[in-house]
């Protein structure tokens, strides 16, 4: 028998799948419940409504962007690598956690208040992230950084102006180029030397 935290884990995985197929909208409890293979009153006994569902399922994600972010900077020492690891693996996480990008990125879902805290906490974590990096580089002479906290901004700024553009032309489009493209602009900038 499966105890109840287990069953919810198994709701968020499958709601996960139905929600990027279909989105938040489109997608009913009933699709959820079929694709478990029990009846929708159960899942009721989980979940009292689809948004909380979609709200586990955004959570769930963002702990996983979370994770592999943490892992993707600890992994590596140089302040350089570290920032490469970060715009690659955020990036590219944007990609397969399509409800949280979505919940973080679709004005259409604002009205949930939730939304709204998981975006602040998001732009906030980001920023410390990016603030530490940066910092660290500094410290260390690899980074000619005068205001971590600007420089952060400005990176931060340019990584979500190039997300859309990013995931439009998904196959025409080599991320890793692009991102290595940017990296180069940011390490190197664009004066002459």
Known sequence: MINKEEF???????????????????????????????????IYYYYESKVEIFEAVVLHEANILRNELTTAIK???????????????????????????????????????????????????????????????????????ANSEYTAMAVQTTLKGLEVPLFWKKKEVNIEERLDAI???LFNGILKK
């Open 8 to 42: 919810r884990k198994k709701i968020i995985e499958s709601a996960r799948e139905i929600f990027s197929r279909y989105g938040f909208k489109k997608t009913t409890m009933d699709e959820i419940a079929s694709s478990l293979k029990i009846g929708k009153s159960s």
């Open 75 to 145: 992994s590596v020492e140089s302040p350089t690598d570290k920032m490469r690891n970060y715009v690659f693996v955020r990036m590219k996480a944007f990609e397969k956690l399509s409800n949280y990008y979505n919940a973080i990125f679709d004005k259409s879902l604002s009205h949930f208040d939730f939304i709204e805290t998981i975006r602040v906490k998001y732009d906030r974590e980001e920023m410390a992230i990016l603030r530490l990096i940066f910092y660290d580089g500094a410290r260390k002479n690899v980074f000619n950084v």
């Open 183 to 185: 990296l180069d602009v």
